[in-house]
């Protein structure tokens, strides 16, 4: 639900940015998606381990009604979400950082061409 509401600010925020924005949106959203996966890259090697997202499911009892009108408590599931520890191969992460890092330049690059392109193309700003 959370994701739904987010998703319909950034729609909503979206139709506010002016033409150079929105010209620049597609490469600043990789930069953003690259820059957060190098700080959990670089957490995970300073822990030693990762936290991967688990959802559990419980049950819990709420009042509710039969066919005769009388209140009777019943199980209702309720989604859990929780981190959980898991081991990682430390040599594998820091490849995958020094990976990350040399995708973060190459888009830092790109971004710099593609804001002197958008530039051009939407010279109002």
Known sequence: MRRVIVAL????LAGCATPYERCLSPATGQLRTIDALIAETEANIARGFALEQVRDV???LVPCYDI???????REPVAIERSRPV????TVEAGKL???RARRAELTMELSVLRADCRARHPEG
Do not use: H, T, Y
């Open 9 to 12: 600010g950034l729609v909503a």
């Open 58 to 60: 419980r049950f819990d």
């Open 68 to 74: 005769d009108g009388m209140v009777r408590f019943c």
């Open 87 to 90: 081991a990682i191969d430390r």
């Open 98 to 100: 020094q990976s990350l």
